[in-house]
């Protein structure tokens, strides 16, 4: 009974935080990708132009074309928050430390709600809005 109480609390402050605050418009996360983003990625997200190494960053428009039509919210929370780097080295795609903090949002991942700083959540609905028809 005394290790239920605090695990059943810590489920109740979870769920509050997340219940209170919806889920952030398309619109949030643009102005996020025009302040972290824009200096890679371009402002239309098509990563054009070289960056100083030689590198072109990724085409953000065609993440859905490249995965069979499916946005892959869980890896493109990786690659932004940097716990999944995947293919992209740390020296090319930095962390964003502040897209990690503020209020928890409930965000859709695999079927699960799953707790996401409000930045974080809104970057991905920009970039889930961006997405260009295969």
Known sequence: MRIFFPV????????????????????????????????CHGYRATGEEPLVGGQIASDL???????????????VLSQIDGYGRGKVA????????TLLQGDLVPVEVDGILTPTPRPLAALLS?????????
Do not use: K
Request: aromatic content about 6%; hydrophobic content about 45%.
């Open 126 to 134: 920009y970039l889930e809005s961006i997405q260009l028809p295969s």
């Open 61 to 75: 428009t065609r993440i859905m074309a490249r995965n069979d039509g499916v946005f892959p919210r869980a890896r």
């Open 8 to 39: 059943a609390l810590m489920i109740l402050v979870l769920v509050g935080a997340c219940v209170t605050n919806d889920m952030p418009e398309p619109r949030e996360g643009a102005a996020i990708f025009a302040n972290n983003c824009t200096a």
């Open 90 to 97: 740390a020296e090319v795609m930095p962390q964003f430390g």
